[in-house]
Structures are given as structure tokens and as C-alpha cells.
């Protein structure tokens, strides 16, 4: 599985983006999908993830109520919607892909990466 990630830019404080993660080579319908990221200086992060099966989401603390993790297995696409930026967010974000996994919100359990796309908030 290749994924791509992309969507991300400049926003200002409050603002919106939203990230995509098109993967290609096989269908993502059958992994559960989660999303990082990493601000310099920092460990890589856990941000939001969707089960495979059923499509529930997980949501880090830090982005709870801002951040909505969605996926179209049709398009093979998962995004992440972040409303309500805050500088604290400014990080590179990767989608990553698992196919059995106990636990999604841990970075060892996925298979797949894509290349992280950078996400920065001004104040």
C-alpha cells in the first residue's frame, strides 16, 4: 500500500484544514487508518484513527471536539478535519495504515506510512 497524504498549509489560529491520505496498490477498506504527527524537537504523536471494520474513530485528548477523523473506502481516501486551529497543532501529520491491529493509537501497530504532509498555525 502507498499512501499520499496531503492538504496541508498555512492557517491562521481558529482556522480550517483538511488533510487527505489517498492510498494506491490496494484498497484501504481493509485497514484501520490513523493519523500522526510530529512537531520539531518532538515525538511522533497519535492525532485520530478509524477502525476498519465499522468505522469507529479515536481521537487524541489534545484535538477532541476540533479534529474528525472520516474515510470513503469508495475513493480510497481517509481525511482528517481539523477546525479550531491552535499553534499547538503546527506539526508534520502521516497517515498510516494497519491491517490487524489491538490497538490504534500506538505508531508500532500500523504497516504503512505515507509521507507526512506539513501543517503550520500562525498566531
Known amino acids: 500500500v502507498q499512501l499520499q497524504a496531503f492538504g496541508g498549509g498555512l492557517a491562521q489560529v481558529g482556522g480550517s484544514l483538511r488533510l487527505s491520505c489517498a492510498a494506491s496498490?490496494?484498497?484501504?477498506?481493509?485497514?484501520?487508518m490513523g493519523w500522526f504527527r510530529q512537531a520539531p524537537g518532538k515525538e511522533r504523536e497519535f492525532v485520530a484513527a478509524?477502525?476498519?471494520?465499522?468505522?469507529?474513530?479515536f481521537h487524541a485528548d489534545s484535538v477532541k471536539g476540533r479534529f474528525t477523523a472520516s474515510r470513503d473506502n469508495a475513493k480510497n481516501t481517509v481525511y482528517l478535519q481539523m477546525n479550531s486551529l491552535k499553534p499547538e497543532d503546527t506539526a508534520v501529520y502521516y497517515c498510516?495504515?494497519?491491517?490487524?491491529?489491538?490497538?490504534?493509537?500506538?505508531?508500532?501497530?500500523?504497516?504503512?506510512w505515507g509521507q507526512g504532509t506539513q501543517v503550520t498555525v500562525s498566531s
Open positions: 498510516a495504515a494497519g491491517l490487524i491491529m489491538s490497538s490504534v493509537v500506538t505508531a508500532t501497530g500500523y504497516d504503512y
Open positions: 496498490g490496494r484498497s484501504l477498506s481493509s485497514y484501520s
Open positions: 478509524i477502525r476498519r471494520s465499522g468505522g469507529r474513530t
